[in-house]
């Protein structure tokens, strides 16, 4: 089992700046795959932006050009950073880490901060 506990969000103002924290508990297990998704009211979650081990990034389209997301491999952790933000990008964020278990793949979530932007 895979904690992850996620720091930041809030209310931030239209053009601002977001800032999300998350840290995996320690685990004796791979974690190739750390990131971020949302969801918008009324919406299903999606993707906001993923580093593999390799250092690829996906990204979905609305947040690039706006986004920078990356962590650290040896303590589990993943940061985003979201610039000039708008009212769309309004949600509960999640923290995401893909477990690699022998040979098995595991999904874990945090719990999830909201953000709201106001305009």
């Known amino acids: 089992q895979v904690q992850l506990v996620e720091s930041g969000g809030g209310l931030v103002q239209a053009g601002g700046s977001l800032r999300l924290f998350c840290s995996a508990s320690?685990?004796?297990?791979?974690?190739?795959?750390m990131g971020w998704y949302r969801q918008a009211p009324g919406k299903k979650r999606e993707l906001v932006a993923v580093?593999?081990?390799?250092?690829?990034?996906d990204a979905a389209d609305s947040v690039q050009g706006r986004v920078t997301i990356s962590r650290d491999k040896d303590k589990n952790t993943v940061y985003l950073l979201m610039n000039r933000l708008k009212p769309e990008d309004t949600g509960v964020y999640f923290c995401?880490?893909?477990?690699?278990?022998?040979?098995?793949?595991?999904?874990?979530w945090g719990q999830g901060t909201q953000v709201a932007v106001s305009s």
């Open positions: 995401y880490a893909r477990v690699v278990v022998i040979t098995s793949e595991y999904d874990y």
């Open positions: 320690k685990t004796p297990w791979s974690i190739p795959t």
């Open positions: 580093v593999h081990n390799d250092n690829n990034i």
